[in-house]
């Protein structure tokens, strides 16, 4: 009697996995001007006047603001080029990064 074989009938790929995601988050501040930060959000973040406009309010009100999520060298690049921009013109404007949970 032969031996039955124990070989799996399908074969089997890898499962790749996403990377993680991490939130850019806008830090408000009481030197800025509204207009500056508008245009920094339609400028690295390719907002509409509407949604930045938005964003900017929300992160006056509430102190901080996610303004997107993305993959982790993305989300740092967009932050520091966004805080570089406020830096140039010598205003505090601060963007952060986070793991999104």
Same mark, same amino acid.
């Given at each position: ?37 508008? !245009?920094?959000?339609?400028? *690295? @973040? ?7 406009? $938005?964003?900017?309010? +929300?992160?006056?009100? =509430?102190? !901080?603001?996610?303004?997107? *999520? @993305? ?7 967009? $932050?520091?080029?966004? +805080?570089?921009?406020? =830096? ?6 601060? @963007? ?6």
């Amino acid at each position: 009697m032969s031996q039955p074989s124990l070989r799996p009938r399908v074969a089997l790929r890898p499962r790749l996995q996403r990377p993680p995601l991490y939130k850019v988050i806008l830090l408000n501040d009481d030197y800025t001007p509204r207009e500056f930060v508008v !245009a920094v959000l339609k400028a *690295v @973040f390719r907002m509409r006047e509407d949604q930045a406009y $938005a964003v900017m309010m +929300t992160a006056h009100r =509430k102190s !901080a603001c996610v303004v997107g *999520v @993305f993959a982790r060298d993305i989300a740092e690049t967009k $932050a520091t080029e966004a +805080t570089d921009l406020g =830096k140039a013109k010598g205003y505090p404007l601060f @963007f952060t990064t986070e793991p999104e949970e």
